[in-house]
């Protein structure tokens, strides 16, 4: 590891210890009250002391076995604490609270600490975690409740102490630092019992005259990406992809790669049959296949452009290939931050929608129905039982263990033997049989894929131009036999000239050398000469002349006359090549074409559609069993105690075998660095450079010191996401992101951090997807990383809001415009709608906002229309209809209440939620409830550009704002300006 990546991975490590920086919600958690003194002195009271340690070898954050859990738990003799000092003190009167918007015990300023055995604190020097101000108490904020700094002072403070932070040794000097820090921000003083409050109506607020102490939970939540960090500093091996990720440096563009015959070829497998892919899926494919080992490919999937697709067609492609080579599975893993970006794709590897190959399309062993296995958190265990995911951990527990059951491989025998021998119509007795079947009939499909893109080259170099092969075999016969006519007809041109000579009397010829007799030749001639000969031949010519310049005409034609006889031969031998293997594909079950008008359209995109879906698809499918048997052979199968351990060698053959049966695995980044932590030589290890490829989805909302470290687990990523969707949630701020990469001596000065703002690799603006893309050689529409562009999901009127808002104009819309649809259930209803509810102000409820006259027009509205809705669209699940999304907690509980009352039976099926719910949902029709009055303004949409991004192209068929039109009061070209634009004219009755 060179001197820079080595400082990265300490910065990010700082990065993720710092992530406790948010209020700690009491009721939520236990704690412990000591008095104030004990703080400043340094030692907590005996009893709290042993409280908390109780409390910690109770709990079981760190997720290792349970025998381990409880072995560390006895050795603990340190505790990570967080000490909130500040908290707002509650009154009472008649048993109401007086303060409304303030919880019962709201903490404000928390200091993280070490705590010993004997009571002593310290400061962690390590993690360097520093105290911190909730954000949502500090100014500028959307929805204030209480106010007792603002973000520039905190961040001012932070810049201007990196350094004493570093010299923090003793708890004096960091008494003194939490001090300073705390009468800097709220020019309070830390001693006194009062706060004040930038809210004029309540300018100070009384303070709790205890401290309360937490065990650090944080620690916890990121407990394996901090042991995969603390190893990444140690180990010396060498990482790749990982040294690419966090290098500073960026790479020299390189040209995209085209969809030549090589590409072409090189795609191997599709997993669905239903669709081709579409040309910028088919880039990205391509762009995948040239990939080598360190290398990240970054894609830029928009909404509705078909992201899923992608990554299953590249994983179906390795899956593929290794089948073809017979090789070992590779291991391929999914993975995001959060919870719901993992079981979208479990969800849709668990859902491939079968075109009807007879029985190959269904699996041959017992207990798997999905192309996907989940490793989730121990918390969301019974969450993955009850969604029926395939869901497994590191020992090959619950999904694995049903499968790997004697019993069970012995049935999936019987059924493979049986499956391979119904759709071959064989009799095959054993496995190895059925094995060495599917792996020929693989190899053949590959082959003839590989013949027939050959075969449409040639007839690419023969000049077809886009004309069927028929047509064109047809056209050249005619040709042919319009040269032979023109070849003719000179010939006859040439007998009629030597006619007209000799029409000409001796007398003229002999005498030629006079005018006059000159000139009667010439009159002749001139009147013998035609329209066609009018460029070539003149009156001055002697016959000898002109039969020479018919004899280059002649010789001209019969070499275009051979040529088009030898290309007439060439196509005839192509289409009877071409016959021949569509004949032999038919005889393997596939028909490559439904029409036959079609048949001879050899167009190479058309070709290599008709392959995704006809042939990939059935290579892919062929793969599956051709694994399946190898998985049923036992191939890789732990022996005798070798089951459950995490011995190095049995963890490799634990992935490959069940890759073998599900190709994708599936966990979130913050539970993937322990299910590769091995154990040999009596100590714990990664497997650094193991996976084959990994998959970041949803990479535009994953923070880069999360992911960072799993990257040196693997060989090459694909990264997939949108920067113009929801951003991550930042643990850290900008002052303190500077002042960790100062301190991590990744940058030398705090002027450097704009190098890491630009690369990406900083913890408070960036992206995973930021990240790949400064990595990524490649440029699409003059932006790093390749764009998937063919929006499928709304109608043209619809994306168009998102296109211009974010998009500048680079999505293609494909859907087509809904007032232009047949099918299109509602025509009364425009896409882009609104309905006026007048309203001044919203009305303020704890630190959320409610309009109750929208959420009765909402209900309203759907009370007369929601029976229309599900009636006209009767093969959907009703949850697939209609989402209602708006920016306030509060305004969702007063819409579910209202809809409660006027919709009793099927409230339940409408989602309402805030647009983070939503991301990566969609709905027939979305209804945006605006809350603000029109003398509100409208923060919400105008904050961020991505919230409303994503808030419209939820909408397929409609997108309706309810609410004052007049709180929409931004500039043309901000989000709350182009949405009035777009829905003022159409109004929703």
């Given at each position: 590891m060179n001197f820079k990546t080595q400082e990265i991975t300490k910065y990010f490590r700082s990065a993720v210890a710092a992530q406790s920086n948010k209020e700690i919600v009491f009721k939520d958690n236990l704690f412990q009250m000591v008095e104030a003194a004990e703080l400043l002195q340094g030692r907590i009271n005996p009893q709290a002391t042993q409280e908390l340690f109780a409390e910690a070898n109770r709990k079981n954050f760190g997720p290792e076995d349970k025998d381990e859990s409880k072995k560390k738990a006895k050795e603990k003799s340190l505790l990570n604490i967080i000490i909130c000092s500040k908290a707002i003190k509650t009154f009472f009167e008649a048993n109401e609270k007086v303060q409304d918007e303030i919880e019962e015990l709201t903490g404000v300023y928390y200091i993280p600490a070490l705590l010993k055995l004997d009571g002593a604190l310290s400061f962690d020097g390590e993690d360097r975690k520093l105290p911190w101000f909730p954000r949502e108490f500090l100014h500028p904020m959307v929805e204030p409740k209480l106010a007792i700094g603002t973000t520039d002072a905190v961040d001012d403070f932070m810049s201007n102490q990196v350094d004493q932070v570093i010299k923090i040794k003793a708890w004096p000097e960091y008494v003194k630092f939490f001090k300073k820090f705390y009468e800097k921000v709220t020019e309070s003083q830390f001693d006194q019992n009062t706060i004040r409050n930038l809210d004029e109506k309540e300018p100070y607020f009384e303070l709790e005259n205890n401290v309360y102490i937490f065990l650090d939970k944080t620690v916890f939540t990121t407990y394996h990406i901090m042991n995969l960090y603390n190893d990444l500093q140690k180990d010396e091996q060498f990482k790749a992809l990982y040294g690419n990720f966090v290098s500073v440096q960026i790479p020299e563009t390189s040209p995209l790669v085209q969809n030549t015959w090589a590409q072409m070829k090189a795609h191997c497998g599709q997993m669905g049959g239903e669709y081709p892919l579409s040309q910028s899926q088919r880039e990205a494919v391509n762009h995948f296949n040239s990939m080598n080992e360190a290398d990240i490919l970054a894609v830029n999937g928009p909404p509705g452009t078909g992201k899923t697709t992608l990554l299953q067609s590249i994983v179906a492609d390795m899956y593929v290939k290794r089948a073809l080579h017979k090789e070992r599975a590779p291991v391929i893993l999914a993975s995001s931050t959060n919870n719901q970006a993992v079981t979208n794709i479990i969800a849709s590897f668990g859902n491939i929608k079968k075109i009807g190959l007879a029985n190959l399309e269904e699996r041959w062993i017992e207990g798997v129905d999905s192309f996907a296995v989940y490793f989730p958190a121990a918390s969301k265990k019974k969450e993955a039982e009850s969604k029926g995911y395939q869901y497994t951990d590191q020992k090959g527990g619950f999904f694995v263990a049903k499968i790997e059951d004697k019993e069970n491989i012995k049935k999936s025998k019987l059924k493979l033997i049986e499956g391979c021998n119904k759709y071959f119509g064989t009799a095959y007795k054993d496995i190895n049989a059925c094995q060495n079947r599917l792996h020929e009939e693989l190899k053949f499909l590959n082959d003839k894929k590989e013949i027939l893109l050959e075969l449409v080259q040639e007839a690419s170099e023969l000049g077809l131009n886009g004309e069927p092969l028929d047509d064109c075999i047809c056209n050249s016969e005619n040709q042919i036999e319009c040269q032979q006519g023109v070849v003719e007809h000179i010939h006859r041109r040439v007998e009629e000239w030597e006619a007209c000579f000799k029409r000409i009397p001796l007398i003229y010829r002999l005498l030629r050398f006079i005018k006059v007799f000159a000139r009667k030749i010439q009159t002749e001639l001139r009147l013998f000469i035609n329209e066609d000969e009018q460029g070539f031949l003149s009156e001055y010519m002697s016959l000898d002349e002109i039969k020479e310049k018919y004899s280059y005409k002649s010789e001209e034609h019969k070499k275009i006359l051979t040529e088009l006889k030898k290309n007439k031969v060439k196509l005839e031998q192509l289409k009877i090549r071409y016959d021949h293997e569509l004949h032999l594909l038919k005889h393997h079950n596939v028909n490559l074409y439904k029409k036959e008008e079609s048949k001879y359209l050899l167009d190479s995109d058309n070709v290599n559609d008709l392959l995704d879906i006809k042939v990939r698809y059935v290579e892919f499918w062929l793969a599956v069993h051709y694994f399946e048997c190898r998985w049923v052979l036992e191939e890789d199968r732990p022996v005798g105690k070798q089951a459950g351990k995490t011995f190095e060698s049995v963890l490799d053959k634990f992935y490959h075998r069940l890759s073998m049966i599900a190709p994708c695995l599936v966990m979130t980044f913050f539970t993937l660095p322990k299910h590769f932590r091995a154990y040999g030589d009596q100590k714990h290890f990664y497997l650094f450079n193991f996976i084959d490829l990994l998959i970041v989805?949803?990479?535009?909302?994953?923070?880069?010191?999360?992911?960072?470290?799993?990257?040196?687990?693997?060989?090459?990523?694909?990264?997939?996401?949108?920067?113009?969707?929801?951003?991550?949630?930042?643990?850290?701020?900008?002052?303190?992101?500077?002042?960790?990469?100062?301190?991590?001596?990744?940058?030398?000065?705090?002027?450097?951090?704009?190098?890491?703002?630009?690369?990406?690799?900083?913890?408070?603006?960036?992206?995973?997807?930021?990240?790949?893309?400064?990595?990524?050689?490649?440029?699409?529409?003059?932006?790093?990383?390749?764009?998937?562009?063919?929006?499928?999901?709304?109608?043209?009127?619809?994306?168009?809001y998102s296109n211009k808002l974010v998009y500048e104009g680079n999505l293609q819309p494909m859907r087509g415009e809904g007032k232009r649809d047949p099918k299109l259930p509602f025509k009364q209803l425009p896409q882009m709608g609104h309905m006026q509810i007048n309203s001044e102000y919203s009305v303020r409820r704890s630190s959320s906002r409610l309009n109750l006259t929208e959420a009765k027009q909402i209900a309203a509205w759907l009370e007369a229309n929601y029976a229309f809705i599900v009636n006209a669209y009767p093969d959907e699940i009703q949850e697939n209809l209609v989402g209602i999304i708006t920016p306030f907690k509060a305004q969702v509980q007063v819409i579910r209440a209202e809809l409660k009352k006027v919709l009793p039976v099927y409230h339940s099926k409408i989602d309402i939620g805030t647009v983070h719910t939503f991301q990566g949902a969609e709905r027939r029709v979305i209804i945006l409830s605006t809350v603000y009055g029109n003398l509100d303004g409208c923060y919400f949409i105008d904050a961020n550009n991505s919230l409303m991004n994503v808030a419209v192209s939820r909408a397929k068929d409609h997108f309706f704002v309810f609410g004052d039109i007049g709180c929409l009061q931004g500039p043309p070209k901000s989000a709350s300006g182009m949405l009035r634009g777009f829905i003022e004219a159409n109004a929703v009755r």
């Open positions: 989805d949803e990479a535009g909302q994953v923070s880069p010191e999360i992911a960072a470290g799993a990257f040196s687990l693997a060989k090459k990523a694909i990264v997939v996401g949108d920067i113009h969707q929801i951003e991550p949630v930042w643990a850290v701020n900008r002052a303190l992101d500077r002042a960790l990469a100062f301190s991590n001596r990744v940058i030398t000065s705090i002027n450097e951090f704009e190098l890491l703002e630009r690369t990406g690799l900083n913890c408070s603006c960036s992206s995973v997807m930021k990240v790949a893309a400064k990595c990524c050689k490649y440029k699409k529409f003059e932006e790093r990383g390749l764009f998937l562009r063919e929006h499928r999901r709304c109608y043209d009127e619809i994306i168009d």
